[in-house]
């Protein structure tokens, strides 16, 4: 019986071992793989854009490595020293595990082992974070979503030295480091982890990462899936961050992957907060096809990650800067970390397209991994393709079926409009349906204001949200799109506003002469539709296409509208005259009208109002239909803003008062240029000699262009039935109009 147990015990003993060394000669197996490093050595010196990756990356480490290891006593939030130190350290951490297996330099994987000890050495003891703002407190930083960035960096640099370290340090770390690490963000931290935001997407992959170098299926388990029983009340969360959990929503990494995407790859929040998700999606989602492909996580939902890359490279100017829709710090582009990674991943793993190629040599750096590799071998052996970017309709929504976000684009990006008919797009969402902005070659001409915080600079708030975020920037008036009695779309309230979203009434871009985009809002103020067209038009005698915007609204009560432009420049005429007041007053007390300054105040020219303005040596007139009792409003932001969080960004506001049913009928027309070299201008005024409503009825909807040279273009939309088989007749002032679709352009 003895020997029996003996042998039980044996058998028993080395049943636990086997696995553990098994699983130790596995590493790495995350991001970068035995077989993908072997691969990747045997490539050294051959491929250039690899190797320079290499040696910044070599040039960043050593660096950090002869300033010694700083782990700090957490107190500072985004900006401050202990904040940035901790956040340099997990970049440096993950670099250089990446840079031992490459290289291996026993230095990088001694540097990487002697800082995971000194965090295991602090976190035991170490209490939550001191700084009280987040409803999620971190402890290595202020909040939990950073303290996921540090653990899903960490989790890659642990996996690439996980066999340099003895079975004693491995265990050391699991137990006093990382498990309890992975347990504080999730279980401790549940209303953050547990919801459907970026922020949580970061949580649940940085718990899973940790799980997959461990080996512990509970903690992948718990990424997946998100926490059973997590004690929390289902509600909304409102504007400042609370909690959000609806009823019978499911919660972790698929479903994060599964609700905010759209099935065409857009992210509800917007491309800001995309980009910045699609880091944790893709790192996660890569290791799990490494380690355990039977999940087919890349496959999740059609293949979206994959599809969301392109997506978001679509939501870029010319310039590769990201539209600022919803909170979006302006700026953000696709030279950031994460879309290198994003660009790499969707390269090598997707179906290799060698437009994203170009992306690529504009970063000009790829990962240090195969994708990296892949990448860079591509450029090298010429396969590289320019990224074309195309007129687009994104849908928004879970089912695509949440309204959306269309691009109208002309040229080569000469002129793009950017048109946002979507859901509210979670706690980063503005009241801003059918809103809409213009770029030109990469220049703002008509802007969307972004978000209010200066990120990462600690003068500002701590870099955190400033106040004016949901005073200003997330109200309507701070958007080019309709605002009724000063008041903003759905009260300002997120709850209402993530019931609602608008809908497509069509788009089209399938001819070289027009393209259309048009959506409608029904629920922002009750009793009120809003239906907005949008159109580029190119007339044959322009140099540039005309961008044509039309408003309709129709009330059960009379209101007043105002609907903004804020443009970007320097007015230079108006065909209106206006008076500006002595001193400035504020336009209103709440709803964003706190912030705005009245500077000018105007009645309409008999015709067609215009407004003429220079951005960035180009010439812009907007040309609008007005009528005699409208006010015209310059306007100014910077009112109630005595710390000058908010940018001095002009507006010209169309104001119409007691009316229940109108319409809104502008043209944007780019003409000419300036050169401060040569100082002459060539094409300054406009071209246009007057636009005109020619009918307008429930059904249909005409607009004359009419230009200086005697030239006449009829664009009519149908109001009613967008279906593209439905023919049309329409007569007006005697001429017959016949069209099959839902606009005509002649």
């Known amino acids: 019986m003895k020997l029996i147990t003996k042998k039980v015990i044996l058998i028993t003993l080395l049943a636990m071992i086997i696995p553990i060394e098994l699983q130790a000669n596995d590493h790495p197996k995350l991001i970068l793989t035995k077989a993908g490093v072997e691969t990747i050595r045997q490539n050294l010196g051959q491929v250039p854009l690899f190797d320079s990756s290499v040696e910044t990356a070599k040039q960043q480490v050593d660096i950090e490595m002869a300033m010694g290891i700083d782990t700090p006593i957490p107190t500072d939030y985004s900006g401050g020293y202990t904040h940035e130190r901790h956040k340099k350290n997990f970049v440096i951490a993950q670099k250089a595990g990446a840079l031992y297996q490459i290289l291996q330099d026993d230095k990088y994987a001694e540097y990487v082992r002697d800082m995971l000890f000194q965090y295991e050495a602090m976190y035991k003891d170490l209490p939550v974070h001191p700084k009280p703002r987040s409803y999620a407190r971190g402890k290595l930083f202020w909040q939990c979503l950073n303290d996921s960035n540090w653990l899903l960096y960490m989790a890659q640099a642990y996996d690439s030295i996980y066999n340099f370290l003895s079975e004693e340090e491995r265990q050391k770390l699991n137990q006093n480091l990382f498990r309890p690490f992975a347990d504080f963000i999730s279980i401790g931290n549940p209303q953050f982890y547990n919801r459907i935001h970026n922020h949580s997407t970061w949580g649940n992959a940085a718990v899973g990462m940790i799980g997959l170098v461990m080996d512990d299926q509970e903690l992948i388990d718990r990424a997946l899936y998100g926490i059973e029983d997590d004690g929390l009340e289902l509600g909304l969360k409102d504007n400042d961050g609370g909690f959000i959990k609806l009823e019978g929503q499911k919660t972790g990494f698929l479903a994060n992957l599964e609700n905010p995407f759209s099935p065409d790859g857009y992210y509800t929040e917007g491309p800001y907060y995309q980009r910045y998700a699609m880091y944790p999606f893709l790192i996660f989602a890569l290791a799990m096809e490494n380690v355990k492909p039977k999940a087919k996580v890349f496959d999740y939902k059609n293949g979206v990650l994959l599809k969301a890359v392109n997506a978001l490279l679509n939501l870029s100017d010319a310039e590769g800067n990201f539209f600022p829709l919803n909170d979006a710090q302006k700026g953000m582009s696709y030279f950031s970390a994460s879309l290198v990674t994003a660009v790499d991943i969707a390269y090598h793993y997707g179906d290799q397209n060698s437009q994203l190629l170009s992306i690529a040599e504009k970063q000009d750096q790829v990962l240090l991994d195969q994708a990296g590799l892949s990448v860079a071998m591509g450029i090298r052996d010429e396969k590289t393709q320019p990224f074309a970017k195309q007129s687009i309709n994104l849908s928004d929504g879970m089912d695509g079926d949440e309204g959306g976000v269309a691009v109208l684009r002309y040229g080569d990006e000469d002129l793009a409009v950017v048109f946002k008919y979507a859901a509210q797009g979670l706690s980063h969402g503005h009241y801003d349906k059918l809103s809409f902005s213009l770029y030109d070659r990469g220049d703002e001409v008509i802007q969307d204001y972004g978000l209010v915080r200066f990120v990462n600079i600690g003068q500002k708030g701590g870099g955190n949200y400033l106040k004016e975020n949901q005073t200003w920037a997330k109200q309507t008036i701070a958007h080019n799109t309709i605002t009724q009695n000063q008041t903003s779309q759905f009260k300002g309230d997120y709850g209402i506003g993530s019931q609602h979203h608008s809908e497509l009434h069509f788009f089209d871009a399938s001819r070289d002469d027009v393209q259309v985009a048009s959506a409608r809002e029904s629920n922002a103020y009750p009793g009120t539709e809003l239906h907005r067209t949008m159109a580029i038009i190119k007339p044959e005698n322009f140099a540039k296409p005309l961008v044509l915007d039309i408003v309709k609204v129709a009330s059960k009560s009379t209101n007043q509208y105002d609907l903004p432009f804020y443009f970007m420049g320097q007015v230079l005429k108006t065909n209106f005259d206006y008076k500006a007041p002595s001193s400035l007053v504020q336009m209103g007390d709440s709803d964003g009208y706190q912030h705005l300054y009245l500077e000018g105040k105007g009645k309409p020219s008999v015709g067609s109002t215009q407004f003429n303005w220079l951005v960035e040596g180009k010439f812009y007139t907007l040309t609008a239909v007005t009528d005699a009792a409208d006010e015209l409003l310059f306007a100014r932001l910077g009112a109630e803003d005595p710390e000058f969080n908010l940018r001095r960004d002009a507006a010209l506001i169309f104001r119409r008062k007691a009316v229940g049913d109108t319409l809104f009928v502008s043209l944007i027309e780019p003409h000419g240029r300036y050169s401060p070299v040569s100082e002459l201008s060539v ?38 039935d967008a279906a593209a088989s439905q023919k049309h007749q329409l007569k007006i002032d005697d001429k017959e109009y016949s069209w099959q679709g839902p606009y005509h352009l002649r």
């Open 683 to 720: 094409n300054p005024n406009s071209n246009i000699s007057a636009l005109k409503v020619i009918f307008d009825s429930e059904a249909y909807t005409a607009i004359a262009i009419e230009t200086l040279d005697n030239r006449s273009s009829v664009f009519i939309v149908s109001n009613k």
